[in-house]
Nanobody, 116 residues
């Protein structure tokens, strides 16, 4: 099993910044992708950003230029630096990892609230 522990969510004013962290433990071998999804009230969960073991990244169009994903393979940790936050970024953010064979594991979620 894999355990994912997230931290860094909270309340911030529009234009502010937050940094989310997610540390993986347990069966942490063969982790290929680490990333973040988010889910706002009444909306589907959507991919925010993801990063492969080799450092390739993908971002949702809505966060490009504002969010940066990074990871430390040795520490099995992924971060999401969120700048220029907007009220529409308000959501529960979920960390996930995907192993080489496609199995996914999820964190418990952390609330991000951006006030206008």
């Amino acid at each position: 099993q894999v355990q994912l522990v997230e931290s860094g969510g909270g309340l911030v004013q529009a234009g502010g910044s937050l940094r989310l962290s997610c540390a993986a433990s347990g069966s942490i071998f063969s982790i290929n992708i680490m990333g973040w999804y988010r889910q706002a009230p009444g909306k589907q969960r959507e991919l925010v950003a993801a990063i492969t073991r080799g450092g390739s990244t993908v971002y949702a169009d809505s966060v490009k230029g504002r969010f940066t994903i990074s990871r430390d393979n040795a520490k099995n940790t992924v971060w999401l630096q969120m700048n220029s936050l907007k009220p529409e970024d308000t959501a529960v953010y979920y960390c996930y990892i995907e192993k080489d064979w496609g199995s996914r594991y999820w964190g418990q979620g952390t609330q991000v609230t951006v006030s206008s």
